[in-house]
Every structure is written in structure tokens, then in C-alpha cells.
């Protein structure tokens, strides 16, 4: 496949269609009529983006009347393969292109989600159903694919079942099929930018170069006040399995270093992790960024203040972005969701209502005519209270948090386990896309006890709403979900 046979697959335009884009002061609008459509059939990465969502105390309705813009609706975003191309330019939906789309889609949504699902619920039940938040399921698995990488016997089988896997086998298969995205991604937006400065003229005056980015890192870092070293087959392994870099840091350093690793990782979204990480014999850590464009995109003029109706029962004023296209669309008695579609293969899901059997129901959209209506927000979560070992705990992973606990495949000059894990995440949503990332850390310390045409459907998310992002595929990655419920 060369340059422009990609380019066709995912979104860019081929020099043969500039021939098509018409008179001069209509090229624009021909190459966009053209592109808006080119990336329907491509689905690199599907990504839901989850976002908070809330069951809502009264009813979820689906009203086809104009809801009033409130705060503190339950709603769900998700992104998922856009029918978009480079330059961020659309076309109108064709038959044929959204057939092979819903069926993609409807391969997709089959996956067992068992441990996304219970991850959320269990998040959820433990203090955040009320509140805004957003986890990354995929950089929690990451950094426990560290930890289990250089566990063994029990400790070992324990963690893989808590993880959702039955073998390392397939952790690492799955940990391989999160980095075939990224490389999709980030080898669209190569193409992307080549076929963009080589063929600017045609894109407009006004057109911007191709942007984005999708970038999933591991790292280890050992306290150099420990005991002992890690050992070399397993910095082998992490390496060639992860792309884990392993560095020695003194006491007094390995604060700054990790932090300053994850504020570089992540874009600078999450400039830290921990305020004090000396204690820690060892340090694991994974970060996962992703920053995309709408192909369609809202206009700033047309955003405009509304009220959002918060779980809370307050009447929130809010920014609320609006824009009208065909979009895939479902909706049922519970709960009704749009596919609005990004660069680089991206699609983002915004869901109203329940939002447990969306990935069932993604093979069921249809392309419709949607008046969407979505509000901007910005959103920042911390796990630091236990509650991702007590979620590990909670699937019968014990022994890894006990002086029991076996990492000697990491090391057998220490008696390690697994004494905190942290999680940080954030997300923006305005006019011009999303930027999301997650750092996920693992602190592991030498025998310390941790405590323990027809008429538009409207879909307006002035409700609480739950979002989620996911990469594409017969096993869709969950890379983050959450909720905004005010």
C-alpha cells in the first residue's frame, strides 16, 4: 500500500480527485464533499469517550423535543472510526460506506467487556456514581502488565484474572493490539501531513495542517535505597514486550523524575503524580495521551450559553457547542447515542441514558440527520484512595499486597509487593476536539503491610452524561471512561 492508498483508506485526499474539486472557488467545497466520506470505511481506532455517566434518578427518557441545555445530564461520549479525512474536511454519509461501517461496528461491539464494565461499576459504587469523573481501563491494565510481567506462581495467576486475561500469553497480545492503534494513528498522521503541505493549495487558505497525537508509554524506576536490583531478564522483557524504559534514581530524586517523565508523557495535562514517592522501592508507571479534531467541526460562533440540569437537581450554565450532519444514531426505550466522527480514524460517542449495552448496540446505528448539542467541559480524577486495589481485591487478587506476595521474576534479591496504586486523569472538550490522557502508577515497597431529510433526531446532553473512548477492532480498547453530572 503506498501514500495515497492510505491516504484513501483513512481520510486524505488523493491528487486524483483534485481534478474533481471544479471551478476555482468551489474546489474547496468539492474536495470537503469528497473527503467527508473517505474514512468511513478505514475504523483504525474506535474510541468511546464515557463520559461521566450517571444513572439518573428519574426516568431516562428519550424525548424527540428540544431539551433545555443543563448542567447535570446524564450523557455518554464515545469515539469511534471517523468517516473523515486528514485535512479535517467531510463529506455527506453514502449507502454503501455506511453499511460496511455499521457492520465493522457491529463486529466490534461483540467484545466481552466484562472487565471494563466491572471496573466502571465498581468505580462507580465506590464513591464517584455522583460525581464527575473519567478511568482509563487501558492505562490501569498497562502498568499492571508491568507488575504481573515480573510476578510468579499464585501472585502471578491472581493478577492476570483480575486483569480479565487468562495467561501473560494474552496480555501481552492485547497490550500489542493497543499499540497497533497507536501506530495507525500516528502513521495516518504522517501520511496526512506529507499529502497536506504537498497539496496545500487545494485545501484553502484557511485550512490548518493535520494535528493530533496518540501516544501510550511504560517506565520503571527503581529507588536506588533498595536492597536489590531488578533483574535483567525481566528489564528484557518489560523492553521488548512494553517498551518499558528502566532507570536507577537516588531517594531524593525520584519524586522529580517520575513526575517531570509523566508532565513530558502526557503533555503536560498531568504534571504529577505524587507529591512523595521516596518511600517506594520501585515505581511503575504507565501514561496514555490522545489529542484529535472533530472532522466536522463546531464552530465557535454557533456555541452558545445554556442551562445544564445537573444530578444534583441545580440548574447549571454551561457553554453548549451545536452542529447538524449525518451522523450514526441509535436509540432505544433506555438510552439513545451519536457517533460524531474525528481525525486519525477517531470517533467520539456521546450516550444519554443507560450506557451498559452501547457496544451492543453500536452495530445497530444508522445514519441519521442529528441536531447534536453538546456542552463543552474540562474534567480532572484522582484514584489515590485504594480504590484500584480494592477493585483488584474485590476480583480475589490478594496475595499481591501481602508480604506473600511473588515478584521474584523481577527481582529475586527482594520480597516485593505492591503497597499503592494511583491513577490521575484529564480531559477538554471544546470546538476543536478532544485531549485526553491518564497516568497510571504502581508503588511497590520490600515487606511493608498496606492498609488495607426527514425530521433531524435531537440528542442534546444537558443531562447528566457518561463518556468513553476506544480504539477500533473485533476487541474494541477501552482507553477512558467517565461521566459529567455537573
Known amino acids: 500500500m503506498n501514500k495515497h492508498d492510505f491516504l484513501d483508506a483513512v481520510g486524505g485526499i488523493d491528487p486524483k480527485y483534485v481534478e474533481e474539486a471544479g471551478k476555482p ?36 427518557t428519550v424525548s424527540e423535543t428540544e431539551p433545555v441545555e443543563t448542567d447535570e445530564s446524564v450523557g455518554t461520549l464515545m469515539m469511534a472510526p471517523s468517516d473523515t479525512t486528514a485535512g479535517g474536511i467531510t463529506t455527506e454519509s453514502a449507502t454503501e460506506e455506511a453499511v460496511e461501517e455499521a457492520d465493522n461496528l457491529e463486529g466490534e461491539s461483540v467484545m466481552s467487556s466484562d472487565f471494563n464494565q466491572s ?5 462507580e459504587d465506590s464513591g464517584y456514581e455522583s460525581e464527575n469523573f473519567m478511568i482509563s481501563p487501558t492505562s490501569y491494565r498497562a502498568a499492571l502488565a508491568l507488575a504481573v510481567a515480573g510476578a510468579d506462581g499464585e501472585t502471578k495467576d491472581q493478577l492476570i484474572k483480575a486483569m480479565g486475561f487468562e495467561t501473560m500469553e494474552e496480555v501481552n497480545t492485547w497490550y500489542a493490539s493497543v499499540t497497533e492503534s497507536e501506530d495507525a494513528f500516528n502513521e495516518w498522521l504522517k501520511y496526512a501531513k506529507e499529502d497536506f503541505k504537498e497539496y496545500s493549495d487545494y485545501y484553502g487558505d484557511d485550512a490548518k495542517e493535520p494535528d493530533g497525537a496518540f501516544d501510550i508509554q511504560n517506565s520503571i524506576w527503581r529507588n536506588t535505597k533498595a536492597t536489590g536490583k531488578l533483574s535483567g531478564s525481566y528489564k528484557k522483557y518489560v523492553k521488548e514486550n512494553f517498551g518499558a524504559t528502566a532507570d536507577n534514581v537516588a531517594p531524593n530524586k525520584i519524586t522529580e ?69 449525518h451522523y450514526l444514531y441509535y436509540e432505544d426505550d433506555s438510552s439513545k447515542f451519536v457517533v460524531l466522527p474525528m481525525n486519525g480514524g477517531i470517533r467520539a460517542v456521546f450516550i444519554l441514558g443507560d450506557a451498559e449495552n452501547v457496544m451492543e448496540n453500536l452495530g445497530k446505528a ?53 503497597t499503592d496504586i494511583i491513577q490521575k486523569t484529564k480531559i477538554k472538550v471544546d470546538e476543536t476536539g478532544i485531549e485526553a490522557a491518564a497516568a497510571t502508577a504502581i508503588m511497590m515497597t520490600e515487606g511493608v503491610f498496606l492498609e488495607d ?16 473512548i476506544l480504539t477500533s477492532g473485533v476487541n474494541p480498547e477501552m482507553l477512558f471512561y467517565g461521566q459529567i453530572v455537573e
Open 25 to 60: 472557488g468551489k474546489k474547496r467545497f468539492k474536495i470537503a464533499h469528497f473527503e467527508r466520506y473517505a474514512l468511513a470505511a478505514a475504523g483504525l481506532i474506535l474510541l468511546i469517550v464515557a463520559g461521566t455517566v450517571i444513572t439518573v434518578k428519574r426516568p431516562a
Open 119 to 123: 471496573l466502571i461499576s465498581f468505580i
Open 257 to 325: 523524575k517520575v513526575n517531570s517523565w509523566i508532565n513530558k508523557s502526557t503533555n503536560g495535562m498531568i504534571p504529577n503524580i505524587s507529591n512523595d514517592l521516596s518511600y517506594a522501592d520501585l515505581v511503575l508507571v504507565n501514561t496514555l495521551y490522545l489529542r484529535t479534531s472533530w472532522t466536522n467541526e463546531f464552530f465557535e460562533g454557533a456555541t452558545h450559553k445554556g442551562t445544564f440540569h445537573a444530578l444534583s437537581g441545580e440548574d447549571i450554565e454551561k457553554d453548549f457547542m451545536n452542529n447538524q450532519d
Open 366 to 418: 444508522t445514519y441519521e440527520t442529528v441536531n447534536v448539542t453538546i456542552p463543552k467541559f474540562e474534567n480532572e480524577t484522582s484514584f489515590s484512595n485504594n480504590e484500584l486495589i480494592d477493585y483488584l481485591k474485590a476480583q480475589g487478587a490478594e496475595i499481591a499486597f501481602t508480604r506473600d506476595a511473588d515478584f521474584s521474576l523481577m527481582s529475586d534479591e527482594m520480597s516485593l509487593m505492591i
Open 453 to 468: 431529510p426527514e425530521e433531524p433526531k435531537e440528542f442534546t446532553a444537558d443531562e447528566p452524561f457518561k463518556y468513553m
